[in-house]
């Protein structure tokens, strides 16, 4: 695992942080429906739901930073792509939802900067693929 892949899934997990607090100040929640659905099953309280969702993910990240990734473990790449297919589902998805809305929705400024994270750690890592089969 190089330390660029190592640094850039950083910066990954660091803007899905930065993406939560985008939608919690925008209370996605009570605007889009699978977020309604998710953040209920979780609390009675969908804005805690949220919290609880959200902050376990940052925690789930930082936690695959520090230990599979910046240690180089076996698992880190399987790590890496579980977060690189939620955020180009994020950096999809909340553009197509903003646009199919006609208006600003929650999550859509930082989405684009997790979809170029999240495609440029993938070409990363089939970069280093290529690499070691050589």
């Not at 190089?2 to 939608?23: D, M, T």
């Not at 076996?74 to 977060?83: E, M, T, Y």
Request: net charge positive.
């Amino acid at each position: 695992m190089s330390k660029k892949i190592k640094i850039i899934f950083f910066f990954l997990v660091l803007f899905q942080g930065f993406h939560s607090v985008e939608e919690y100040i925008g209370k996605l929640w009570d605007v889009f429906p699978p977020a309604r659905f998710l953040t209920g099953l979780i609390s009675n309280s969908r804005e805690t739901g949220f919290l609880i969702i959200n902050i376990g993910l940052f925690i789930f990240g930082i936690w695959c930073w520090f230990f599979p990734v910046r240690k180089g473990q076996a698992s880190a790449a399987g790590f890496i792509w579980f977060w690189i297919i939620i955020e180009m589902i994020n950096g999809i998805g909340h553009p197509l939802w903003t646009l199919s809305q006609m208006r600003y929705e929650p999550g859509v400024i930082t989405a684009l900067p997790l979809l170029i994270l999240s495609i440029y750690l993938g070409k990363q890592l089939v970069h280093i693929k290529n690499v070691e089969k050589t």
